[in-house]
C-alpha cells in the first residue's frame, strides 16, 4: 500500500487521486482538505449525512437480532416463573427466533441494493 505525500499513512490504490505534479501520490481525504480535487469530481469519501443513513441501515438490519436476544435473556433470568404470561411470552419468543433469520436472509437482497445506493 502505497504511502500518501501529505499526511504520511498508508491507504489502498483506491484511495489516491490520480495525477503529476501536486496531486502525485496524495490521498483523497488530503486533495480534498487541500482543495486539489479537479472540477467535478467525485470523491469517495462519505459525507455526513451518507454515514447517517448508512449506520441507521445496519440498525434497521440487526435490530431484530438484538430484540431476540434480549428477549431470550430476559425469559432467562425471571421470565419463566410467570403463570400465564410465561407461556406467551416462550410462544413469542420462539416466533421471533424462528422468523428473524427467515426475514434476515430474505431481505438480504434489499439490504445490499440499499447499502450500495449509499455508497459512493
Ligand atoms: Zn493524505
Known amino acids: 500500500m502505497p504511502v500518501c ?6 491507504y489502498p490504490n483506491s484511495q489516491f487521486v490520480s495525477g503529476n505534479g501536486p496531486r502525485y501520490q496524495v490521498c483523497v481525504r488530503c486533495a480534498v ?3 486539489m480535487m479537479a472540477e467535478g469530481e467525485e470523491t ?4 455526513d449525512e451518507l ?3 448508512r449506520s441507521a ?3 434497521r438490519r440487526y435490530r431484530p437480532w438484538a430484540f431476540i436476544l434480549a428477549g431470550w435473556i430476559l425469559f432467562f ?3 419463566s416463573g410467570i403463570e400465564l404470561w410465561s407461556n406467551l411470552f416462550l410462544g413469542a419468543l420462539l ?3 424462528l422468523a428473524t433469520p427467515v426475514l ?7 439490504f445490499q441494493a440499499e447499502l450500495a445506493a449509499l455508497s459512493p
Open 5 to 10: 505525500r501529505m499526511c504520511t499513512q498508508n
Open 33 to 35: 482538505e487541500n482543495d
Open 44 to 47: 469517495s469519501l462519505y459525507s
Open 51 to 53: 454515514v447517517k443513513a
Open 57 to 59: 441501515l445496519f440498525a
Open 77 to 79: 433470568s425471571f421470565g
Open 95 to 97: 416466533i421471533g427466533t
Open 104 to 110: 434476515h436472509f430474505m431481505t438480504s437482497t434489499k
